[in-house]
């Protein structure tokens, strides 16, 4: 059975510092994806990250992938206010039918 | 960009009654659309997965008679919560895929559904 865990679970962030969101899963996976999710709002795609080795950055927010550690982070460089969110990893597998696994979030908050 | 629309956005009711909720991709067509539910500060629980014009693929420990699943065309999937009692209130998301398994999934925006 697929298992994708993040870590932290939360974290408080000061604006202007640096952050990393890790995503650990436990088998071969085709893709992995970010996600950003505000209260009471849908999922907000934010990567899709293919092959091992892959970085792809977005304003402040960097992704990149290492498949043979089965690792994904997600880097927050100088956090603001607006980056206040709940962010997913989530791992799709073909021979599961492409179905995503979720990991479990972590809930991030920016202080000034 | 691939639009996934889902309705009603946020629905109260009384306990007994019956919810559908649609999802629909509006500029692409989807042979496979998944139901998902997430309960307050949670991940995303897959409920099942909606295959056009055949019976969908239920999760381990979700009721298929509580949750009747539609997939009667390329556009259109719906999830109908039958017979709701309190602990079904959730937020339920639907995705849709593009024909080709190689997309990536399309979220809706999400039902609210609470049921008293």
């Known amino acids: 059975e697929l298992k994708v865990e993040q870590n932290p679970l939360f974290l408080s962030m000061q604006e202007g510092k640096n952050y990393t969101i890790y995503c650990n899963y436990s088998?071969?996976?085709?893709?992995l994806y970010w996600y950003r999710q505000d209260p009471g709002k849908s999922l907000e795609s934010l990567f899709v990250?293919?092959?091992?080795?892959a970085v792809k950055q977005e304003g402040r927010l960097m992704a990149s992938l290492d498949t043979k550690a089965r690792l994904s982070t997600l880097h927050i460089t100088a956090a603001v206010h607006d980056l206040s969110a709940t962010y997913f990893c989530?791992?799709?597998?073909?021979?599961?039918?492409?179905?995503?696994?979720f990991g479990g979030g972590t809930r991030v908050l920016v202080k000034p | 960009g691939a639009v996934v629309s889902q309705h009603p956005s946020w629905v109260i009711c009384k306990s007994g009654t019956s919810v559908k909720i649609e999802c629909r991709s509006l500029?692409?067509?989807?042979?496979?659309m998944f139901w998902y539910r997430q309960f307050p500060k949670k991940s995303l629980m897959l409920m099942a997965t909606?295959?056009?014009?055949?019976?969908?693929?239920?999760e381990q420990g979700v009721e298929k008679d509580k949750f009747l699943i539609n997939h009667a065309s390329l556009t259109l999937s719906t999830l109908t919560v039958t017979s709701a009692h309190p602990e079904d209130s959730s937020f339920y998301i639907c995705?849709?895929?593009?024909?080709?398994?190689?997309?990536?999934?399309?979220f809706g925006d999400g039902t609210r559904l609470s049921i008293l």
């Open positions: 990250l293919l092959s091992n080795g």
């Open positions: 989530a791992v799709d597998v073909k021979a599961a039918g492409n179905k995503l696994t």
């Open positions: 500029d692409f067509q989807a042979t496979t």
């Open positions: 088998t071969t996976s085709d893709r």
């Open positions: 995705s849709a895929r593009p024909g080709n398994s190689n997309q990536p999934q399309h």
């Open positions: 909606s295959n056009e014009g055949s019976k969908a693929t239920y």
